[in-house]
Nanobody, 119 residues
Framework: QVQLVESGGGLVQAGGSLRLSCAAS????????MGWYRQAPGKQRELVAV???????NYADSVKGRFTISRDNAKNTAFLQMNSLKPEDTAVYYC?????????????WGQGTQVTVSS
């Protein structure tokens, strides 16, 4: 059984920073891409950032220059460093990963972590 567990969300003032973590566990052979998505109330889930197993990254235009995605392959963990946070960054943030495991290759999602940015 494979699980993604996020942590690090919370309440922060505009201009502040938060660091999200996403740890994958279970009978994992390898992890391809890992990414962060977010969903604000009344809006569709959107891609925030993604990182490949080789370290290539891609960001939504709205977070470029403010957010940094990274990963520790040895620990099967991805991170999202969020700086200069804005109220419009308020959302539930979800971790996503394409994982090859004992049962096959599937896309997995975490349970989500709330990020709230006050003005």
């Amino acid at each position: 059984q494979v699980q993604l567990v996020e942590s690090g969300g919370g309440l922060v003032q505009a201009g502040g920073s938060l660091r999200l973590s996403c740890a994958a566990s279970g009978s994992i052979f390898s992890i391809n891409h890992m990414g962060w998505y977010r969903q604000a109330p009344g809006k569709q889930r959107e891609l925030v950032a993604v990182i490949t197993s080789g370290g290539n990254t891609n960001y939504a235009d709205s977070v470029k220059g403010r957010f940094t995605i990274s990963r520790d392959n040895a620990k099967n963990t991805a991170f999202l460093q969020m700086n200069s946070l804005k109220p419009e960054d308020t959302a539930v943030y979800y971790c996503n990963a394409l994982i090859s495991a004992k049962i096959g290759m599937y896309v997995y999602w975490g349970q989500g972590t709330q990020v709230t940015v006050s003005s």
